[in-house]
């Protein structure tokens, strides 16, 4: 064998080896993401009801006087209804307002969409659980990502809408390189290899840092790291939910910001000042955008404003719901989680 084969044989065996040790560590990883995400499900049952609506299982949570005022509550990308009421803003409204807090399409305990959603066909689907549920208006408290899908219902069901109370949202297009680098593990393949190896290892390290960057310039509180399960977003079927929805978001408040004139219904924005997630200039656009509305800045808070200022936002909820009921609060209802 001549020096020049013994070399190239000696460098094809070394990049077989070297190929075979990877997929033995992502091999391994994708067994340890398996058995995390079977442990976090285990620990973290569904808390509501469920409901098959349009072909999927949507899982929410009730509570308050069942002739309330009604109230939507729609997280933000990442999240579930665990946010909400960790928050304090869902126990707040169910003292005097039915409440009706969803896991938004493949997050939490509802179905994972076979492809992603936009706010448009999310608004449509809720319209209809709102119709199963006999409810027929209903205030929509939106939070980041979820304000996308309450304009899309104000503009798709007005009269299901009764108000909009919009938080720390986004709603006119930017530049945005970080959004785009963040729907890479809803890439066809790649993404999936990601999302069951190494995304949630990764995940799980960058936590305290991304948690800081949402509360800040406030700590993360304890009602947060009590009440939210981290595991439960660390799972790849959410993980793809959430880089799904940071792919469509420069594009959906794109179309939506081009319809903003047509919203009737009262409309409360509130901005944080402290947000460093979301440019401050998203509140008073989208206030310059839809007539009558009213804008709330509120200064030394951040992204997660919802935790800093949850009376305020019930406030802005009861004022455009009239009157609420004096009845007592129903707690939610337990579920079962899905077979297998």
Known sequence: MTPMKTTSTTKTLAVTKTLAVVAGVLAVNAVAVALATRRAERKNPPRGRFLTVKGLRLHYVGAGPADGPAVLLLHGNGAMVQDMEASGLFGRLARTHRVIA???????????????????AQAELLADLLGRLGIERAVVVGHSWGTLVALALALRAPDTVAGLVLAAGYYVPTRRIDVWLASG????????????????LLGMLLTPAVLNKLFSPRSVPATFRAGFPVAMALRPSQLRATAEESGLMIPAARRLAAQYGEIACPVTVFGAAGDRLVEHEQAPRLHDAVAGSALHVVPGVGHMMHYAVPDEIAAAVAAMSGPPAAMPVLQPQPARAPAG
Do not use: I, K, N
């Open 102 to 120: 969803v896991d938004r399409p493949g997050f939490g305990w509802s179905d994972q969409p076979r492809s992603a959603m936009t706010p448009e």
């Open 185 to 200: 593990p809803a890439l066809p393949v790649v993404g999936a290899l990601m999302r069951h190896t190494v995304a949630p």
